[in-house]
């Protein structure tokens, strides 16, 4: 499956959003904005989208471990981030079973309070999902990567539990190579890629043109807590 033709697919069921004000998931050095959006909640609507994709990314793994004969029988365990990627999870385990070699299990992490940091999460694991990650290899499931920061979250409490993280695996991938710069050194595998352009919130040019903030989708709640979106919400709100 073409990444073409996939973001035909996520665009007929309204997964891709564009014209809007996006406010992205933080990155190291500050927070990024943009005019396009993928919706994964529209994505995890439709369990039949849900089922090619894992298709498609069980293709790639194949071709993947024709180079790394050893990835395909590391993977025991997947692992996803609640809620958004559970779905995406569950059913990228279940499309593994095709493989001869493997029976994995399926667990999910959940959000925590960051003991180091009040304005930030971690990612956790029930007690019987540390014991099945425990000494296992383990596959991350992430739906959107942008830049990867929920994935890597999840690879931290994977090893925190004594688990291997083999990769990672993301039903879209959109940001471009910078995302495999990102993730290292855990390879990622993407079921498409696809580049969007975004800017740093100093220069992000909707910010100086007073487009108003899409609410409802991205990390604009959370922005406009910061001090730079409290200034902005200050001087376009008059």
């Not at 993977?75 to 499309?95: E, F, S, T």
């Not at 095709?98 to 029976?103: E, G, H, N, P």
């Not at 991350?140 to 990769?167: H, L, M, R």
């Not at 390879?187 to 007073?210: F, K, R, S, Y």
Request: some cysteine; proline content about 5%; hydrophobic content about 45%.
């Amino acid at each position: 499956m073409g990444d073409n033709l996939l973001m035909e697919m996520f665009a007929k069921v309204g997964a891709i959003v564009t014209g809007s004000h996006i406010v992205y998931t933080p990155k190291e050095d500050g927070w990024y904005h943009g005019e396009a959006y993928v919706n994964k909640d529209a994505i995890s609507l439709h369990p039949k989208l849900l089922a090619m994709c894992a298709q498609g990314m069980t293709r790639l793994i194949r071709q993947f471990n024709e180079e790394h004969q050893d990835f395909l029988r590391s993977i025991q365990v997947v692992a996803a981030p609640a809620a958004g990627a559970v779905g995406w999870g569950q059913m990228l385990a279940h499309r593994l079973c095709d493989f001869a070699v493997l029976d994995p299990r399926f667990v999910f992490a959940e959000k925590s309070p960051d003991p180091a940091n009040s304005g930030d999460h971690i990612f956790t694991f029930r007690k019987i999902f540390q014991d099945t990650i425990k000494d296992s290899g383990v596959l991350v499931a992430e739906d959107i990567t942008n830049p990867g920061t929920s994935a890597k979250k999840v690879a931290k409490a994977v090893e925190a539990c004594g688990g291997k993280v083999v990769g990672v695996s993301v039903l879209c991938n959109r940001v471009g190579p910078k995302a495999h710069d990102y993730l290292a050194p855990y390879p990622l595998l993407a079921v498409a890629d696809v580049t969007m352009d975004m800017w740093h919130e100093d220069n992000c040019p909707l910010c100086q043109q007073g487009v108003p903030l899409n609410m409802d989708l991205g990390k604009a709640k959370d922005w406009l807590a910061t001090e730079k979106g409290q200034a902005w919400l200050a001087a376009h709100s008059q």
